[in-house]
Each structure stands twice: as structure tokens, then as C-alpha cells.
């Protein structure tokens, strides 16, 4: 496995050494001590969700204040623009993002180290996605920042209006949200 840096230096994109033939492909999707040698994190994950969203659907941007979650985030089908924003007050990064393209093709993973916001809007006519966390979700502690919050200054690639459920079209500004310290 590949890791290449973001501009956030804590969040990391993983590229796994697929193998291949006539047959189709092999690739080796999560192997903890790899992780954690690469990451410098240890690989303990408690949750795995999976999702599947139509093409213009946006996803986010949550996190949670209580019980934060890295999360681990990769693609099965289709592709996402995938967002992760920097809510420690102490990191020189505060406030800043990262875009990645996530997709079955590339078959890369993200890794959003706790402390982080995360959201992504489908690219493709449809995709799911899958990713591990290092926290269970607690509804009592998930918050959500506006999607198009002018501060973030997010280019979402969207060809439409985005499809957002109601908990991501009320979200709230960076300046008005809680964060870490």
C-alpha cells in the first residue's frame, strides 16, 4: 500500500497494490498493522457503514464533538468528490479542506483522522461508499456545517442542485459551530 500526503498533513490518501488478470482483480482493502506502520495510528475500528446515493446527492459536512470518529472511506461503486475540513483550533490547518476523488476505478481510501468534518457529494450516476470509524455514532453529538459555507470556500463539482436531506440543508456556518481544541 501507497500513502500520499494532503496538504493537511494528518489526513492521507491510501493506495492499495491491486493485482490483476483476465480473471479481474485482487487487492488487499485493510490489513491493521500496515495501517498503523503507515498512519502511525493504531487501527482499532468499532463501526463499518456502507451508503449508496444517486449523482448530485451531497453527504455532510458532519462530525462529532463527543466521541470524534476517524474514519477510513472508500468507494465500492461510482466515484465522489470526498471533503474533509480541519475543526482543531490548534492545527495551522484549521478551517482548511481537502478534496479528493474517491472512486471504484482508483480504488484509493481516505483517511480522516479524528477532529475532522466529512462530506462528500456523488460524481457518478450513483456510487456507494464504505468506511470504517473509530468511534460509534452518537446522534447526541453529531453536527453538521453547511455544506456551502462561503468561508470554506469548497468547489464542489456538482452538475445540479445538490440532494440534501434536511439535517445537511440546515447546517450551520464554521464560525457558529463547535470545535476542538
Not at 51 to 80: D, E
Not at 140 to 166: F, G, K, Q, V
Request: aromatic residues 12%.
Amino acid at each position: 500500500m501507497n500513502v500520499r500526503p494532503t496538504v493537511i498533513t494528518d489526513v492521507l490518501v491510501l493506495e492499495p497494490q491491486v493485482s490483476g488478470d483476465d480473471r479481474g482483480f485482487f487487492f488487499e482493502s485493510f490489513n491493521a498493522r500496515d495501517f498503523e506502520q503507515l498512519t502511525g495510528t493504531p487501527a482499532i475500528f468499532v463501526q463499518d457503514n456502507h451508503s449508496k446515493s444517486a449523482k448530485n446527492v451531497l453527504r455532510g459536512l458532519h462530525y462529532q464533538i463527543r466521541q470524534p470518529q476517524g474514519k477510513l472511506v472508500r468507494v465500492l461503486a461510482g466515484a465522489i468528490y470526498d471533503v474533509v475540513v480541519d475543526l482543531r483550533r490548534s492545527s495551522p490547518f484549521f478551517g482548511k479542506s481537502v478534496a479528493v476523488e474517491l472512486s471504484a476505478e482508483n480504488r484509493r481510501q481516505l483517511w480522516v483522522p479524528p477532529g475532522f468534518a466529512h462530506g462528500f457529494v456523488v460524481t457518478s450516476e450513483t456510487a456507494e461508499c464504505a468506511y470504517k470509524t473509530t468511534d460509534y455514532w452518537a446522534p447526541e453529538y453529531e453536527r453538521t456545517i453547511l455544506w456551502n459555507d462561503p468561508s470554506l470556500n469548497i468547489d464542489w463539482p456538482l452538475t445540479a442542485a445538490p440532494i440534501l436531506s434536511s439535517k445537511d440543508s440546515q447546517g450551520i456556518m464554521l464560525a457558529d459551530a463547535e470545535t476542538f481544541a
